[in-house]
Antibody, heavy 123, light 110 residues
Framework: EVQLVESGGGLVKPGGSLRLSCAAS????????MNWVRQAPGKGLEWVSSISSSSSYIYYADSVKGRFTISRDNAKNSLYLQMNSLRAEDTAVYYC????????????????WGQGTMVTVSS | QSALTQPASVSGSPGQSITISCTGT?????????VSWYQQHPGKAPKLMIY???KRPSGVSNRFSGSKSGNTASLTISGLQAEDEADYYCCSYAGSSTFLFGGGTKLTVL
């Protein structure tokens, strides 16, 4: 079964740090670009960051640039998001999502999502 | 990087058709035929319903269809069913592996 499972969320104080993980299974993880997408409580989806299959290309939304770092370990089939200098507005459910491709199908769409992990930034 | 514009809510009766619009700019929706649509039920992860503007993933009902004209993409759901009641989000590729989502539309089946 194709699956993404996030972990690492929790309650953190403003200015603090947190590292999210996403474990992939059921597909060739190293062949896909992976992304983080977040959703603040009662709000819409917001793309956060993207990393190419070999980690050669990394991109961030302006709202997190300089504070968040995306990375991956293809040997461990895992995706990570290091979040530093956290703010109240970073409070959200964080989803990892697989990005489809022209070769694999579902080009430039997020075709597999995890269940999400909640991050709460509050004093 | 402004969010794409969607109506906050739409509604329809069972069996009817509805259309949700998604308006962007010439830098995102208008530049790429790479709009995707997601369905999200409360407390659940989003589910891909349409990709590349009008293509359906395997397993998605053919009652769901997508189109695009200029800077505006649209999702049409025909033969509305109770289980279609959910939030719907559009998303466009915006270049350099970045993406923009719409604000979301709440669909109510009356």
């Amino acid at each position: 079964e194709v699956q993404l499972v996030e972990s690492g969320g929790g309650l953190v104080k403003p200015g603090g740090s947190l590292r999210l993980s996403c474990a992939a299974s059921g597909f060739t993880f190293s062949s896909y670009s992976m992304n983080w997408v977040r959703q603040a409580p009662g709000k819409g989806l917001e793309w956060v960051s993207s990393i190419s299959s070999s980690s050669s290309y990394i991109y961030y939304a302006d709202s997190v640039k300089g504070r968040f770092t995306i990375s991956r370990d293809n040997a461990k089939n895992s995706l990570y998001l290091q979040m530093n200098s956290l703010r109240a507005e970073d409070t959200a459910v964080y989803y990892c999502a697989r990005r489809g491709s022209a070769v694999a199908g579902h080009r430039d769409a997020f075709d597999i999502w995890g269940q999400g992990t909640m991050v709460t930034v509050s004093s | 990087q402004s969010a794409l514009t969607q109506p906050a809510s739409v509604s329809g009766s069972p069996g009817q058709s509805i259309t949700i619009s998604c308006t962007g700019t010439s830098s995102d929706v208008g530049s790429y035929n790479l709009v995707s649509w997601y369905q999200q039920h409360p407390g659940k992860a989003p589910k891909l319903m349409i990709y590349e503007g009008s293509k359906r993933p395997s397993g998605v009902s053919n009652r769901f269809s997508g189109s695009k004209s200029g800077n505006t993409a649209s999702l049409t759901i025909s033969g509305l069913q109770a289980e279609d009641e959910a939030d719907y989000y559009c998303c466009s590729y915006a270049g350099s592996s970045t993406f923009l989502f719409g604000g979301g539309t709440k669909l109510t089946v009356l």
